[in-house]
């Protein structure tokens, strides 16, 4: 099955860029969303299709993809920001279904 | 506004049942597939199911193949998550997620997530 690998954490001070990789085989080839979670929340969406952003997420977060690294950028990093991120893809390979990363905890100094 | 609101949760022996629901509401229900993903305590995101806007397609992790089924009732806006021989570890808030394209089940992303119920197997 496929594995999508997430630095278990990244830490940043605030008003600096963050980036989060999601590392996997050929994940270039492949659609990545990104998903933000707080404390005792529900995922939210921030990214999908590798770089676009649903209505209301700040263009502060961008995503990019190639060969087999994904990332999500978050610029100009707020507290607020602090939470755990998922990458995701579809893997057509086996049986079809989605699979996620491990989670990266971002943490605002 | 959109909304998932999920229900059915609670403490479970290992080797029983639980039904959980999800019901929709402010946006076509038939017209988009359905998922369940869950999260076992301090862990991270794992898919469980997927059902087709019409229900005619219905895809599971190995983990629940033969154990769980995917349904849904369109007109009653709601998703079902039939969960059989239940072990300790299906222990997870478990979130029902809409998909983010209409008439898609595949390679797309969750943009609607209900806030979960937490089910727990243990005697």
């Known amino acids: 099955s496929y594995v999508l690998t997430q630095p278990p954490s990244v830490s940043v001070a605030p008003g600096q860029t963050a980036r989060i990789t999601c590392g996997g085989n050929n994940i270039g080839s492949k659609s990545v969303h990104w998903y933000q979670q707080k404390p005792g929340q529900a995922p939210v969406l921030v990214v999908y299709d590798d770089s676009d952003r649903p209505s209301g997420i700040p263009e502060r977060f961008s995503g990019s993809n190639s060969g087999n690294t994904a990332t999500l950028t978050i610029s100009r990093v707020e507290a607020g920001d602090e939470a755990d991120y998922y990458c995701q893809v579809w893997d057509s390979s086996s049986d079809h279904r989605w699979v996620f990363g491990g989670g990266t905890k971002l943490t605002v100094l | 506004e959109v909304q998932l609101l999920e229900s059915g949760g609670g403490l479970v022996q290992p080797g029983g049942s639980l039904r959980l629901s999800c019901a929709a509401s402010?946006?076509?229900?038939?017209?988009?597939?359905m998922s369940w993903v869950r999260q076992a305590p301090g862990k991270g995101l794992e898919w469980v199911s997927a059902?087709?806007?019409?229900?005619?397609?219905?895809y599971y992790a190995d983990s629940v193949k033969g154990r769980f089924t995917i349904s849904r009732d369109n007109s009653k806006n709601t998703l079902y998550l039939q969960m059989n021989s239940l072990r300790a570890e299906d222990t997870a808030v478990y979130y029902c997620?809409?998909?983010?394209?209409?008439?898609?089940?595949?390679?797309?992303?969750?943009?609607?997530w209900g806030q979960g119920t937490m089910v727990t197997v243990s005697s």
């Open positions: 402010g946006f076509t229900f038939s017209s988009y597939a």
């Open positions: 997620a809409k998909v983010a394209i209409v008439a898609t089940i595949e390679d797309v992303a969750f943009d609607i």
């Open positions: 059902i087709s806007g019409s229900g005619g397609s219905t």
